[in-house]
């Protein structure tokens, strides 16, 4: 640059030493860097490019410092949490605010850059300046002799700053910093954390929940606080699941007594900011093993292990069990097949795929979205009619639903079915006396959600799926060369044991390369229950016919109640039919207690243990299971919960109901309500009930476009299980039942 040409003078004269030190100095201590510029022409070069560009040149502003003390003795921050990126639409905005108001493609941009140049002739000089400046922090800052512990790993100017800090703290400074939590869970920052835990002092892991920073209430961000030269011992204090920053000195003046609280406090439902020392995790080289061992892949150091999120001490007792287990799916690596098929924006551009939202002729037109499913059910929304947002999907009726029924698709094939064929991917395997892989559509498939909120009510979302499906980028598509493996790992990862291990990671989502370092075991009662949540359809007639064996018909429920018919398992047949699948809500929700209770004795975990991942881990869960509520019938006619809207009734009546069609009607002595012709019935109106029915007949387009009128009906009088007491009940059943086997 000019400035630059101006002061350089000759790079590499001699200049000698500097003999009159004391002139550097002014009486005040003052550094006289004009001085020092005389004497060190380099020096100003430095300074006018500091200028230039407006970095902070530490070791110039505090030369003396480091003279004297080596560094500092505390630095506190929060640095930038930005990505060096060109931005070129942002820069030529400045000149043409199209640029940025509309969302140009790169090819349009770079014709509309071109034209503009030629119209504002000032633009292409200010346009390269701009690109060489970006270019020149890119190159710097990815350059391994400037950060070597930051090779590989996707730089953030956040990581940029703990080197540096290091650098600049005196041999017992120490830093502390606010930044994400990239450092902690990025795969290849293994490197980056070998350098971190020698430092690390504390670890306190933030969810914004409240909205301190502008950047999304699921972001978690973290106060480290590190010392600036690496200790011969690893060990931190860490907690996770933050809210306030009080917690932490709750946590830290909290003398052990009492139980853990969770995520939420049970009694107001808010975000839970009281402290007990029990959250507070003493991390060391023995538990950085335990969780490389749980995290990463096999053979990684313990120093460069991922940071699981910990809400409590109780729940490494349950890691260590995890840890121990001898079996990976990842040991079965060749036999299973993930992929996420199709990307919803590329395979509309390439012609793979158009958006159209109808009901499928078969499986084959049916391409997989996220809300279609949930845990253990495959067939639990179906977009409606016209599908614009994420909310306009409606709840099925498991009850009703016909058996040969597949639920509409936002998507379908848009090219022949030859083409289509050629672009869905195969399996790894060949099946006996074929010559190539089979389609990934030619077998039942494992699927996930690849997107999901540590903080939300599940976070392992999985299903199997019939034959023919296609699915779209926003889940993960596992194909298994055994049915047994399949149907067995299903049923794993309905538990909220694995749940658990997933929000652990404090990842946000989850691809098949993942699913390998879950462990892996095989337990009858989880087979039999997942095939009954999961079988809804006669798509699945052919899976359910290689599963059942006779010993179907001798499995029992582990209570005894209404809801609950214990001639269910007696009446199953080798051949699928309608009732081989549960269909009530509260069989569905039994089903998958006694999931969970079988999957934690096949660990080896306690029920303690069980109890506390439960109440820890899984806030937003209780918070419904608290206020849902079951008929005689095992329907639910009331639930808070914010993925069942629709079903049962609203807590209070609302008249837009009686707009919309619906027709309402109550038949018990108890009823004082009158004539409910023309009223909107709520749960509040009817709680009370202890016989008779309440009914709803209303428009159903779940089925069909044109829709159809159904009625449901409840019988009084309505119960609210204790799921705590249901693992009580069933951990004792299901030991026995061992012991007796």
């Known amino acids: 640059t000019e400035v630059a040409e101006h002061t350089t003078g000759d790079l590499f004269a001699e200049d000698g030493l500097l003999r009159e030190e004391s002139s550097l100095f002014s009486v005040a201590g003052r550094l006289k860097t004009e001085v020092l510029f005389r004497h060190l022409p380099r020096l100003a070069i430095v300074d006018a490019l500091r200028k230039q560009h407006r970095f902070f040149h530490w070791d110039l502003e505090f030369c003396d410092l480091f003279a004297e003390r080596g560094g500092f003795d505390l630095m506190l921050g929060n640095p930038p949490w930005l990505k060096v990126e060109w931005q070129e639409a942002g820069v030529l905005g400045d000149y043409e605010p199209e640029f940025v108001l509309r969302k140009l493609s790169a090819s349009k941009l770079a014709t509309l850059r071109v034209d503009t140049f030629n119209q504002i002739p000032a633009l292409e000089a200010a346009w390269r300046s701009e690109y060489e400046g970006c270019e020149g922090m890119q190159n710097f800052l990815n350059a391994q002799q400037n950060y070597p512990v930051l090779r590989g790993v996707q730089t953030n100017l956040y990581k940029c700053f703990l080197p540096q800090a290091w650098r600049l703290g005196a041999e017992k400074g120490v830093s502390g910093f606010l930044h994400p939590e990239g450092i902690y869970d990025d795969p290849k920052g293994g490197q980056l954390r070998a350098a971190v835990y020698p430092r690390l002092r504390a670890h306190f892991q933030f969810q914004n929940q409240h909205m301190l920073f502008p950047i999304g209430h699921r972001v978690k961000f973290s106060i480290n606080i590190y010392t600036a030269s690496q200790n011969q011992f690893v060990g931190f204090i860490n907690i996770a699941n933050l809210f306030s920053a009080k917690t932490i000195e709750l946590c830290l003046a909290h003398d052990g007594s009492g139980e853990v609280g969770g995520i939420k406090d049970d009694e107001t439902g808010s975000w839970n900011e009281a402290g007990h020392q029990s959250r507070i995790l003493t991390v060391g080289m023995e538990r950085l093993a335990l969780f490389a061992t749980l995290y990463d892949e096999e053979g990684t150091p313990a120093l460069e292990a991922r940071l699981p999120a910990l809400h409590a001490e109780p729940l490494v007792s349950v890691l260590e069990k995890f840890a121990k287990q001898p079996k990976r799916l990842g040991d079965l690596q060749g036999e299973y097949f993930s992929t996420v098929m199709f990307d919803e924006t590329y395979a509309q551009a390439d012609g793979t795929t158009k958006r159209h939202t109808q009901f499928p002729e078969d499986a084959s037109q049916w391409i997989l979205s996220g809300p279609h499913f949930y845990v253990g059910t495959p067939l639990y929304k179906t977009p409606r009619a016209i599908c614009t947002e994420k909310g306009h999907y409606d709840c099925l009726d498991l009850l009703t639903l016909p058996d040969d029924y597949l639920p509409r698709t936002n998507y379908i094939p848009a090219c022949d079915a030859q083409e ?236 837009a109901d009686l707009k919309n069609g619906f027709v309402f009607n109550v038949d018990s002595p108890e009823w004082t309500g009158g004539d409910c012709t023309d009223q909107a019935i709520g749960w509040d109106d009817v709680k009370h009930l202890k016989t008779g029915t309440v009914s709803v007949t209303f428009d159903d387009y779940t089925r069909s476009d044109e829709g159809e009128r159904r009625t449901v009906t409840w019988q009084a009088p309505f119960i609210k299980p204790d799921r705590e007491d249901d693992y009580k009940v069933a951990w004792a059943f299901f030991a026995q039942d061992k012991e007796s086997a």
């Open 420 to 655: 289509y064929a050629k672009r869905t991917p195969r399996v790894s395997w060949k099946e006996q006396d074929e010559d190539e892989p089979r389609k990934v559509t030619d077998y039942y498939r494992f699927v996930n959600r690849r997107m999901f909120g540590g903080s939300s009510e599940r976070s392992f979302i999985s299903a199997i799926l019939p034959k023919g499906f296609a699915n779209i980028n926003t889940c993960v598509a596992t194909a298994f060369e055994s049915t047994n493996v399949l149907v067995n790992f299903t049923g794993l990862s309905h538990s909220i044991v694995y749940d658990f291990i997933l929000k652990s990671t404090g990842k946000s989502d989850l691809y098949g390369a993942q699913l390998g370092g879950f462990v892996y075991t095989e337990s009858f009662g989880v087979k039999i229950r997942t095939l009954l949540l999961n079988a809804l359809s006669s798509e699945y007639a052919e899976l359910w016919q290689s599963c059942y064996t006779p010993d179907f018909n001798t499995q029992r429920w582990s209570r005894d109640l209404p809801q609950l018919p214990q001639d269910f398992f007696a009446k199953l047949t080798p051949e699928w039919q309608r009732n081989c699948a549960l269909r009530s809500d509260y069989s569905r929700r039994q089903a998958l207690v006694e999931i969970d209770v079988l999957v934690a004795q096949s660990l080896g975990l306690t029920l303690e243990e069980l109890l506390t991942i439960y109440r820890v881990q899984f806030p937003v869960m209780r918070q419904y299971e608290a206020d849902t509520w079951y008929d005689q019938n095992g329907r639910i006619i009331f639930t808070p919960s914010k993925g069942l809207v629709g079903v049962g009734l609203p807590r209070t009546a609302r008249k």
